[in-house]
Structures are given as structure tokens and as C-alpha cells.
């Protein structure tokens, strides 16, 4: 292995992360090998204070901002801008250990290792290093996902994300007061600026694992378009309503449900659907659904494959709407254009990855991720590494404890040269 | 009218009748005109306590057994089997106000009128007259459907019934419990037994209220299948999953509710398919389902018919299970067979509309009623009144009032016949 890293991989290092990242998914374990720690819950919480308290023993300072994002700061050079890592610790339900918290704890151990490379050195970067827990990246508790990194960026309206409710009624504004997670002010206020942002994060696709690379390197994301659909139709008995008086809330989302999978198998691989979330009202075994409220969601690498397909799916729902005497409202949609990130965020992932001596390709993400977000406002750097069969939002989602410590070297490194005015505009 | 009614129809009973129907209908009463007060809910307990008090002040006996089932008693001949009249208080969640709490305040009037009328009279009837309550008829919280009349005619064990768990997991013995409910003897043990039982409901259906006709002769009930079935799939996530590997099982699903609709579309009118309940596992919008709860409900008044769409069904999802790459497990099923009432009981209740000079006609019953479990052990009289528009599982459900009282007096009539000998085997 080649190596000019400026703090170069060690046994122990790699020990303390294996070691530190078995502590973490210990949190909300679930028996099946997953984790269970949506947004704002009690194991969110755990997750939280773990990394205040693992920081703050570093020497870091962490604050909470007003939407829950978590930072952790090293100021380095007094009111220089920041180099920002960081991921999510948030979870599906039932969703798997390393989507988002390997980031987390990886930006950390990163962060970790520069400062003391420094300190020990006597060196001062001309730059500001912090560690970010994005809040409620996953969306499954709170609509939409990413919402921590969106109201961060601008991307969305502090007061509308803290409004969102739960299917409990409660709004993320009092699930994170519950937490003692609602900051009362922004931590880079002022000229606390953030000058540019590293992730990592497992693929959450199988190009990696097929190809047998280690490190992704992320060029573009998907389009996303995201549907809330409510389907109105009217309350009846099931035995006894006649077939011909029946308006079935239930049978036109399933046509819906089946119109949107029909979608994904004429475009092919350039497109995916999904219907993740569907409630039935009033949902009872004998009655004729009155509403059904669906989540919808449409991915593509093109934008204007994305638009034929909003189109299509459109006409289509105007036909279920007949064919099942039903009402389709569109509630609320929730859209991201493909983008590309910065050329010279791939550059230098693509350099460190080769003075590694880690084998590195281009990857797309067909899910959406706060660099996301981050990469509309400063040069950023997404670097993936391989989970084995692609498999994400499930327990069994897995990645090897080689790609996890080599993830972090990569990630220490790329964060060391930011540190020293790469991607600095 | 031709009357030769043992105790005539006069307006003070209407106005008592209809006044005491509007106080019933206060509880648990909906914005919209309907009611929601589902078995062993607090408002369950409050139309029970209603009852309960209004048949104490009449000289009734009250108690409940152990399923919940309450039952109202008045001894006329001690040791003589009783002649039973009662339908349910519980109703749908969002449901009507007509749905059963109709048939069981009938049988009340009814009672309360035979009685004082003995009473005034000096006379005494052979048999003695009891009033109920059946326990979750409507088998929206806790399944299946009619449990109480279920348990108490044998159908289903005592056990089974009390274990049976609603979707918090509270038990129907705990829900019972709670409100006070759970009896612990047999109300009619030993030498007091049911010799017969009348019931009187609203049509669920529109062939009277078509036909103009205003009485409802039930001779036989629509044969019904019920399933619960679970589609088995794997969790991933909605963006990143790539389509072929998916094994949705929400879309396994979907397929299945459009699969049982299409059944009915090819048995034309003489085959009623449902799925009201439908529940997604884990729900959330960015993840692909990993199970789906299904409640499926298939009715037709041929047994024969009904053999050959579960037929169908098998084979479809067997086709289901390839096309989605899911499983698909039938979980519970829950039969009854298409059955004739006894020509006994028709023949009377036809007799008593003419000679009330009321209309009449023979109509099925596509909807179960605990009449459906009563046939089966004595002599049983089901009579309908109109429903506007066949509405019912719904909030606008709606009954005239004329109806209710010729119903009621209807009722009245037969009961004093019965409790005369008629039907007495």
C-alpha cells in the first residue's frame, strides 16, 4: 500500500473504531441484528448523548441547532470557516447498524485523529473542523427525509420542518423538546461559516459489491419525486354493499399501488418506484375503506425520464379514478433534481484514494443523502463503501470491518488536505 | 291496518321508542351523524350501562356471562325456557347509528310491552322472555364477527374468544375486564334455557327500500369466506433497491386486492369480495414493505360458487407469488356456509305482517347477524326494516322513523306470539 497520509492508519485506530462502532449498534438493537432508532426517540437520543459525551471528552464543543442537527467544533484558527463531516444516527425502523451512524462515527474518529496529528505536531490548519449528526435524515418518522441537512441549507423553512407531526400527532418540534435536543440558536452563526462538507456512507447499492471496489465515489445523484396520495372513496359493508355501489379507497390504491410498479417495468433499470406507506381508514375487516393515504416515490438518473414518468403516472390515476369510483388527490410532493457534486470534490477523493492505494470507481446514489443538500451550498465530498448485496433499510444490511477502517482512512485523509484549503474557493 | 295485535301500537310507545333512540345515539356519536363506540371501548360500556339501567327500572334481571354477552331476564313461569330477542350495541368504527343498537332497543320496547301487558292483564305466558346484548358482533376490534353469539351457541370455544387480541394487543378478557363486563358464570345455566329467538335489524342491502316494501322476511343468509392472509417480502430501501431484486410486499399485496376484486367482477352479482384491512410493515415511505396483514372477505349465497373462487384465489396468488417474489401465507380463515332459516319462524313473522297489514317480502342476508349462530340451536325469527339506500357500515346510515316503529311493533307481535307457544318445538 502506497501511503502520504498525513495520519497514517494504524492497528489501534482501527481497533478503537471496530470497538466504538459495536458500542453504537448496541443502541436500539434489535434480535434480528438491525437497529431500531427513528428521529427524536429515545434511542436517537442514546445515540446522541453518546457522541456529546465521546466528543466532548476530545476536546470538542457541541451545541445543538435549532432543528436538532448536532455539532461537534475543533476551531483551530479563530473565525476561519469550517470543514464539515458528518452523516446521520438516526435509523429506519428496523433498518440496519451502518446506514448513517458509520458516517457519524467515522467523521468523528476522522476529526479525532487530525486534531491530535496537530496538537502533536504544533501544527495550526488555516482552517475550522466539525463533526455533524444531520437530524432526521431518514424520514420515516418525520416527511420529508433529509430534514436536518434541508432547513441547514435553506433547502426548507425552519418553522414548516418543526411543524411536521408523527402518525402519533406529535410534531418534531416537541419530539426533540422531549429529547432536550431543540437548540435555541444556530451554531454557525455570525462568521462561523462552513466552507465545505465530507460523507461517507455505506452504498446502499450493489456496484461496489459486484465490482469488488472499495470506495465509491459519488458524481451524481438520482432525481427523486415523492408523492403524499390520498384516495377517497366512501365507507361501506363489506358483505353487504353491492359491488356496483361500491367506491373501495382500498382497491384504487392497490390499483395505484400496482400502476406505479407497471411504471418502473416499462422504463427499466433507469427508473425505480416504490410505495412504501399506505394507511387504510377506517381499517376495519368488514368495512369498505373510506380513504387511503399512500406515500409514493419515483427515482431516476434522468430528470426528464422522472418528468414522462409524472406524466404518465398522472393519466394513469385518472383511469383508477374511474375504474374504482375513487378520488386521487395529490397532497404534497417532495422533488430533488438530479445533480452532479463538485468536480473537485470527486478530484480529490479520486487523488487520496490513489495515494492510498484504495481502488476507487464512479458511483451515482439513487438514494438521497444530506450531502445532498450540503453540495447546493459548499464543495462536497461523498464517498461510498461497499455493503454486501446492496442490501439498505433492513437488518441484514452488512459491511466488512476492512471497508469500514478503510473508509475512515480515506475520510482522515480527504478531511486532512480540506483542513489545508483543498476544495477552499 | 287490520290489527290483531295482543298489545296494539300507540303513539306514547313511538314517541318513547324514538326518544329513547336519540339518547342511544348521543353515545359515542360522530360529527357526521354517526357513531363509533367499537366492543369494550368505553362507549361500548356506556351503551351497556344505558341498557342496563333502563331494563333494571323495568324488572328486568340484568347480568352478563362470560363472554359479554348481557343479557336482561323476566320470569313469567319459573323453570320454562326462555324466548330470547336481542341483536348488538357495538358498531363499526365511523359507523351507523341503526346497526344493531336498533335491534337490541326493539327487543327492549318490545319486552317492556309484553311484559306490562301481562302484568295488567293477570295473564301468564308459558315461556319466559329474555333481552341481549350480543358481545363484538361486529368484529372490527376484536376477530372474527358475532363472537358472543358464537361462544354462547357453541361455535367458538369460550377460550379462543377471550384470547383473541385487538391491534394495541389487549385481549378481549382484559378489554371485557376493564369495563366491568367479563361475567363469570353462565346466564342461563342448567334448567333455563333458550327456546327460541328473534332478532330485527336493518337491511344492510337496498331490497326492501327498492321495492318499497317495509318488513324483511330473512329465509336464508349468503354464504361467507373470510381470510386472514400475510404477504411476506424483504425490507430494503425505496430508492436504492434495484427493482429486480425487490420482493415488495406491499406490491404482492396490492395485487392481491385488485386479484379478489376481479373475482367478483367474474361472478358477476353473485359473488361480494373484499379486502377491508390492509396493514404495511414496517410503513414507511423510503422503505420497501417487508410484511402485509390482510383481512379478505368473500360472500355469495351459493356454497358451491363461493368453493369455486377460493379455488380461483389459490391459484391467483400462486401467480401473486411469482410475479412480486413475495409469500403468501393464509394465516385464519373463518367459514359459514350458506344456511336456511327455519320455514317455521319465516312463516310466522309473514303472518304477523299480514295480519298487521304491514308489507313484507323474503330477502337474504348477505351481512352475518348473531341470528346466523341462533338459527343453528333453536327456532329463529330475522326480520329487516329499510335502510335508505342499502348505507350501512357508514355514518349516513339512515332509517325512517316510521320504520323503527313498525318494526318494533312488528316485533312485539311475534314475541307474544312465541311467548304463547309459537315456535315451541
Known amino acids: ?9 494504524s492497528p489501534e485506530a482501527d481497533a478503537r473504531l471496530l470497538a466504538d462502532f459495536v458500542a453504537l449498534s448496541a443502541i436500539g438493537a434489535t434480535p434480528a441484528g438491525g437497529v431500531e432508532r427513528q428521529a427524536a426517540t429515545p434511542e436517537d437520543a442514546e445515540m446522541r448523548a453518546w457522541l456529546t459525551a465521546w466528543l466532548t471528552e476530545r476536546g470538542f464543543t457541541v451545541a445543538g441547532d435549532r432543528v436538532g442537527n448536532l455539532f461537534g467544533l475543533y476551531e483551530f484558527t479563530p473565525g476561519a470557516p469550517y470543514v464539515l463531516a458528518g452523516s446521520h444516527l438516526d435509523s429506519q425502523p428496523r433498518g440496519g447498524r451502518f446506514d448513517g451512524a458509520y458516517g457519524v462515527l467515522a467523521a468523528a474518529h476522522a476529526a479525532d485523529r487530525l486534531v491530535t496529528h496537530h496538537r502533536e505536531a504544533g501544527t495550526t490548519p488555516p482552517f475550522n473542523l466539525a463533526v455533524v449528526d444531520w437530524f432526521n435524515e431518514e424520514g420515516s418518522r418525520f416527511t420529508p427525509s433529509m430534514m436536518g441537512s434541508a432547513v441547514f441549507t435553506g433547502a426548507m423553512p425552519l418553522e ?21 435536543a431543540l437548540g435555541s440558536s444556530d451554531v454557525f452563526g455570525g462568521a462561523r461559516t462552513v466552507g465545505s462538507y465530507a460523507e461517507i456512507h455505506i452504498e446502499q447499492g450493489r456496484e461496489l459489491d459486484k465490482s469488488g471496489t472499495t470506495l465509491g465515489l459519488v458524481d451524481a445523484t438520482w432525481a427523486a419525486n415523492k408523492y403524499e396520495i390520498a384516495v377517497l372513496g366512501s365507507q361501506g359493508h363489506t358483505g353487504a354493499t353491492a359491488m356496483a355501489d361500491r367506491r373501495d379507497a382500498l382497491y384504487g390504491a392497490a390499483l395505484a399501488v400496482v400502476a406505479v410498479r407497471e411504471l418502473a417495468e416499462r422504463f427499466g433499470e433507469e427508473l425505480h418506484t416504490s410505495c412504501g ?4 381508514y377506517p381499517n376495519s375487516p368488514v368495512v369498505v375503506a ?22 404518465l403516472l398522472r393519466r394513469r390515476f385518472a383511469e383508477i379514478e374511474l375504474k374504482a369510483a375513487v378520488e386521487i388527490e395529490r397532497r404534497f410532493a417532495h422533488t430533488w433534481k438530479g445533480h452532479l457534486y463538485q468536480e473537485a470534490g470527486v478530484a480529490l477523493a479520486r487523488a487520496v484514494a490513489a495515494d492510498l492505494g484504495v481502488s476507487s470507481m464512479l458511483v451515482k446514489t439513487r438514494a438521497g443523502h444530506d450531502s445532498t ?6 464543495p462536497t465530498v461523498m464517498l461510498f463503501i461497499p455493503s454486501v448485496e446492496g442490501i439498505s433499510h433492513a437488518e441484514a444490511e452488512f459491511t466488512a470491518d476492512e471497508d469500514l477502517c478503510t473508509g475512515v482512512d480515506v475520510l ?5 488536505r480540506m483542513l489545508d484549503g483543498a476544495l477552499a474557493e
Open 412 to 416: 482522515t485523509e480527504t478531511l486532512a
Open 160 to 180: 414548516k420542518a418543526l411543524a411536521t407531526t408523527d402518525t402519533a400527532g406529535i410534531t418534531a418540534a416537541d419530539a426533540l423538546a422531549r429529547i432536550g
Open 277 to 280: 406507506q399506505l394507511t387504510v
Open 373 to 378: 443538500n450540503m453540495k447546493d451550498i459548499v
Open 1 to 9: 500500500m502506497t501511503t502520504t497520509a498525513a495520519v497514517p492508519r
Open 290 to 311: 373510506r380513504e387511503v393515504h399512500m406515500h409514493l416515490d419515483l427515482r431516476s438518473p434522468s430528470d426528464a425520464l422522472l418528468a414522462e414518468a409524472d406524466d
